[in-house]
């Protein structure tokens, strides 16, 4: 990272850099992944190796420091700004924790205290440097997991931002599949554990690790959920004609999961402070709702972004990418929730397929969606936090009142859709809010003064209160003077009102003039002038008159602000009772604004998405007439050649897929995997047609990635994976399959390879797609009728191969290793003697006998004479071997033989003759 900020050293005497070292020193020892901060009022500093760690990663161009004498610490001086940027790398991009440190005002020199923590599971206290104007983009969640009887799990989960508390017990298995998937629906950024070295629970860190989750230990007492009903009194969210009973809730009945939930609670220091009282809701965490997605199929379907593919376009990224067209930040949350949790409900998916269908039929109605009314939506739900805490400032109450003038507008323009789900699932709900949202902008327009905000001043009515008016009518005889100025500064500098010179005022500054940059010429001219400062936007400046009655004006609007204060207190009081319809106004909002983006990206691609006839779970159908990849056809420059499926239950309900590298394999089944995916969370999908049966899970295993940094070799996550897709496969399920036992021996892997095919094609019977290079899997195709066999395929010369990217019936009929090899470059006698052991193989037991054959007539000979050596050893065993003597039985065999040969077949020829 570039960094222009200058570098400084410490400004401490040696007897008080001992004294620092000292402390340091004493401070309990830390996990690498934990960066200890200083705070010292205008700059912070890091040590030891913080500081080595932070020249490492951003600061390169600051050199390390040193203090005391010994043993000596070494430190790095970070200004503000380069506080606020590491910070944020460590929280949203490492995934690591922050401890911040400050010195009290009153106490020894060296007397820190750690003041403020943060983790990837717990932004809270950062949200102001992490994101802008308090929109918080992404969700921090951390979930709580125990183990009790035999493999049962309890688990809770705690959402910051959303605010919600969710609890579950079920059993799982050694292999912790289930709790896989919740992983892979949940996302949470940390997990507590218990800190028993028990060998279910290194397993269960190891699971956890796996799958990118920062594990922390916490002490088995935290998992008790002694004196926890206590905390939730406080946390939970409860009406005010609600009496404060936690046990209310049925949810409580789970006492293991309550366990966990005090163990997240307290790690996260939830009770320290009363910002998060009367925030959370607590439900039930019920993933047999959603369709089951293991973190493979996250991966491999390419769900989210990913960091190593920082050279794709956004759009091109990731499916959460590519539909991302969401104009507020409740709606980008909603939508990876949307896409991590596809919903199995026929009735929810239909309705959300009919409202984005109706959307892109009306172009005109969904721009004014997204231009009049959706982008002038902020973050509701952090405004609601403010509002229950009664943290809440004039400005932000002024924020709901702007967002609340938009919602009459907005249902009235989706009652012009004209559409019963339309009507139903949105403009209703929403209309159910206008009553009290109308009583909260009524308070507004009487208590704030809406004339001052365009100049951003906050201030309540001056005939609210008669000192209110009276220094009122004091600032409107300064600004009548101010008006005087203003005009004999124009005069002054030969300007046109309000054109040349401009009259301004802000918080920071108060009155002050401006001019254009092309103007400032002028202004040196005249020694009566000031200047402030220089912006883009042009030369800030005043003079003494100007000043001295500014001077005074600001005297007074401080003395307003003081006189309201607590007038704003009641009014904030009051706006608190309106949190909650606000809260759930921003759901409503959100989920306008993801099925908008829905409509916008299907009406946009460069091919319009369809609407998919859907069926219900279990009809044994899976249609896909021309289905395309939707990240890969956003590409510049990328054609793409569409295929199709079809699956029906008892014909066609396992595809083996073979052909070349790089021919399409993968994008084939990525792009049916991503279209019932899309289906589910009620998008329209890339294909001509579509009709698709639901599905329970879309599992996946694809590729062959090492994982050693989590301890697994290639073959043995890809066992680990394995596993958990055979044993969560059900005969509703779609199972995608990518090149499956390529990590060990070539018939170690062949062998896992088939009886994975055998199980899901005989057993389970769910929808898969099965790539491979294990060409003898094909065979299966022979013995299980819905098994059905498809290639790609590609055309070649000497030294290029060009694939074609279309899906054919049958069995690819060659390789094209050596083809891939020359392309790569590989050195010229490699792939000759390549080559030539090649045509040794396939010239052995026969082959060379027809050796000058092109492939597809050397298969059509094998296949004949294969046909006529079955017929000669069905004829040889007819013989009577009892009633004939040797000699008997010789010629007979060689008659046959003979009869065979007349056949001229050139294999059996070659085989007759070995």
């Known amino acids: 990272m570039t960094n222009l900020e200058p570098v400084h050293a410490l400004n401490l005497d040696l007897p008080q850099q001992q004294s620092f070292v000292r402390f340091y020193e004493s401070l309990p020892k830390k996990p690498a992944s934990t960066v200890r901060f200083f705070s010292r009022t205008d700059y912070y500093t890091v040590h030891g190796e913080d500081a080595v760690f932070a020249t490492q990663e951003l600061f390169s161009t600051h050199p390390i420091k040193y203090m005391g004498e010994t043993p000596k610490l070494s430190y790095l001086v970070l200004s503000i700004n380069n506080f606020e940027k590491f910070i944020r790398e460590l929280l949203l991009v490492k995934q690591y924790r922050v401890e911040i440190y400050v010195k009290p005002k009153e106490g020894k020199n060296n007397d820190w205290v750690l003041k403020y923590k943060g983790s990837p599971g717990n932004l809270s206290q950062f949200e102001d440097i992490l994101f802008e104007n308090n929109q918080i983009a992404v969700n921090s969640c951390v979930i709580g997991v125990k183990i009790f009887k035999n493999k049962m799990l309890a688990v809770s989960c705690v959402n910051i931002t959303e605010g919600q508390f969710q609890v579950c017990e079920f059993n799982d298995n050694e292999f912790f599949t289930e709790l896989e998937a919740l992983l892979a629906q949940v996302s949470p950024k940390e997990a507590i554990i218990p800190s028993a070295d028990t060998g279910d629970l290194k397993n269960l860190q190891k699971v956890l690790e796996r799958n990118g989750v920062l594990v922390v230990k916490a002490k088995k007492n935290d998992f008790n959920d002694d004196d926890f009903v206590q905390d939730l009194n406080r946390l939970l969210y409860f009406d005010e004609k609600q009496q404060r009973n936690a046990l209310a809730f049925s949810e409580t009945s789970l006492k293991e999961a309550m366990g966990s939930l005090q163990a997240v609670v307290r790690y996260l220091n939830l009770i320290a402070d009363e910002q998060n009282y009367n925030q959370f809701r607590l439900s039930m965490l019920d993933l047999r709702r959603y369709v089951r997605l293991d973190n493979a199929a996250v991966y491999g379907l390419n769900l989210l972004p990913q960091m190593e593919q920082r050279g794709f376009s956004k759009k091109t990224n990731s499916i959460l990418g590519m539909l991302d067209s969401c104009l507020t ?4 949350r909603l939508l990876e929730q949307w896409v991590r949790q596809p919903p199995r409900d026929m009735n929810i998916i239909t309705e959300r397929l009919e409202i984005v269908h109706a959307l892109v039929e009306n172009s005109e109605f969904r721009e004014v969606l997204r231009a009049n009314h959706l982008s002038q939506i902020p973050d509701l739900l952090i405004l609601s936090k403010k509002m229950v805490n009664k943290k809440t400032t004039l400005r932000d109450l002024y924020r709901v009142y702007q967002a609340a003038n938009h919602v009459p507008g907005l249902v009235n323009s989706l009652r012009k859709c004209e559409n019963k789900y339309v009507n139903a699932v949105l403009a209703d709900p929403i209309a159910e809010f206008l009553v009290d949202m109308e009583k909260f902008q009524s308070m507004i327009e009487q208590t704030i003064d809406l004339d001052l905000v365009d100049r951003g001043e906050y201030f309540l009515k001056p005939t609210f209160d008669e000192k209110l008016g009276e220094i009122h009518d004091k600032k409107q005889r300064l600004e009548e003077k101010i008006q005087k100025v203003f005009r004999r500064a124009c005069d002054e500098l030969n300007m046109e009102k309000g054109k040349g010179v401009k009259l301004e005022c802000n918080d920071q500054h ?164 991503v279209c019932v995916l899309l289906a589910h969370i009620g998008s329209l999908v890339p294909c001509a047609e579509a009709e698709i049966s639901l599905v329970d899970c879309i599992l996946m295993r694809v590729g062959s990635d090492d994982s050693q940094l989590k301890g697994l070799s290639t073959f043995m996550l890809e066992m680990v994976e394995t596993t958990g897709l055979v044993r969560s496969a059900t005969s509703n399920s779609l199972v995608i399959i990518d090149e499956l036992g390529r990590g060990t021996s070539t018939y170690d892997g062949f062998g896992i390879a088939w009886a994975i095919a055998e199980h899901l094609a005989k057993e389970v019977r769910c929808f898969s797609l099965y ?144």
Do not use: W
């Open 771 to 914: 790539a491979t290079h294990f060409h003898e899997i094909t065979h299966l195709a022979e013995m299980i009728p819905a098994v059905h066999n498809v290639h790609v395929t590609a055309v070649t010369t000497e030294t290029t191969i060009t694939p074609l990217y279309q899906v054919r019936e049958g069995v690819c009929d060659r390789s094209y290793g050596i083809h891939c090899a020359k392309m790569a470059d590989f050195p010229r006698d490699v792939v000759e003697d390549a080559a030539k052991y090649l045509e040794e193989l396939e010239n052995s037991n026969g082959m060379k006998y027809i050796r000058d054959y092109e492939f597809s007539l050397k298969k059509k000979e094998i296949q004949e004479g294969d046909e006529l050596i079955n017929e000669f050893l069905s004829k040889c065993r007819q013989l009577n071997v009892s009633e004939l003597s040797d000699e008997e039985l010789i010629a007979s065999v060689q008659k046959l033989k003979e009869e065979i040969l007349k056949k001229n077949n050139m294999f059996v020829k070659g085989l007759m003759n070995l």
């Open 329 to 332: 930040v409740q709606g980008r």
């Open 510 to 673: 108060g009155y002050h003039f401006r001019v254009t940059l092309k103007e400032e010429s002028s202004l040196r001219k005249q020694k009566s002038f000031q200047i402030i400062d220089s912006l883009n936007k042009g030369v800030r400046f005043t003079n003494e008159k100007l000043s001295e009655i500014n001077e005074r004006y600001m005297e007074l609007n401080k003395e307003y602000e003081d006189v309201q204060k607590n007038l704003v207190k009641e009014i904030i009081d009051v706006a608190a009772g309106y949190a909650d319809t606000l809260r759930n106004l921003n759901h409503y909002m959100a989920k306008v604004d993801v099925l908008v983006s829905f409509a916008t990206v299907a009406a946009t691609a460069p091919i319009p998405f369809v609407k998919p006839k859907l069926l219900k779970e279990g009809s044994g159908v899976l249609r896909l007439k021309k289905v395309r990849h939707p990240c890969l056809e956003l590409q510049d420059g990328v054609t793409f050649i569409p295929n199709d499926t079809h699956f029906k239950d008892g014909q066609k309900n396992f595809y083996i897929i073979t052909g070349p590298n790089m021919g399409g394999k993968s994008t084939y089944i990525k792009s049916v995997g």
